[in-house]
């Protein structure tokens, strides 16, 4: 399991990051006003799975829920995610459907 403690929020770089082992994943970001539009998401081959996707997506949520920000998935992976998940179509800006 994935601790919220372990996810970094890189502000220079605009993605957030969860280091495992020597590999990093990342899902860059575009803040405007109090939407973040989550663009791409990016893990290494050696560690990516359903699994870890999922777990990864969740602290990431859990964080933009705690920044009391909407979300607009513009990646593929993401908006799956939140089809799969009704819970977070609630962060959706008003008028974005998935």
């Given amino acids: 399991m994935i601790e919220a403690s372990e ?5 220079f770089l605009r993605q957030y ?7 990093l994943a ?10 973040i539009f989550l663009t791409k998401l990016i893990i290494p081959d050696e560690i ?9 997506l969740v602290v990431v949520f ?6 009391n920000l909407s979300v607009v998935p513009t990646s593929p992976e ?5 089809r799969k998940n009704r819970k977070y179509k609630r962060m959706l800006p008003v008028g974005v459907r998935i």
Avoid: G, M
């Avoid at 990051?17 to 590999?23: P, S």
């Avoid at 990516?48 to 990864?56: A, R, V, Y």
């Avoid at 859990?62 to 920044?67: E, G, L, P, T, V």
């Avoid at 993401?78 to 939140?82: G, L, P, T």
């Fill in 7 to 11: 996810l970094v929020d890189n502000d």
């Fill in 17 to 23: 990051e969860l280091k495992i082992d020597e590999h």
């Fill in 48 to 56: 990516n799975t359903e699994e870890f996707e999922k777990e990864f």
């Fill in 78 to 82: 993401i908006a799956k995610f939140v």
């Fill in 62 to 67: 859990q964080n933009i829920a705690d920044r």
């Fill in 26 to 35: 990342k899902i860059e970001y575009s803040l405007q006003e109090r939407k």
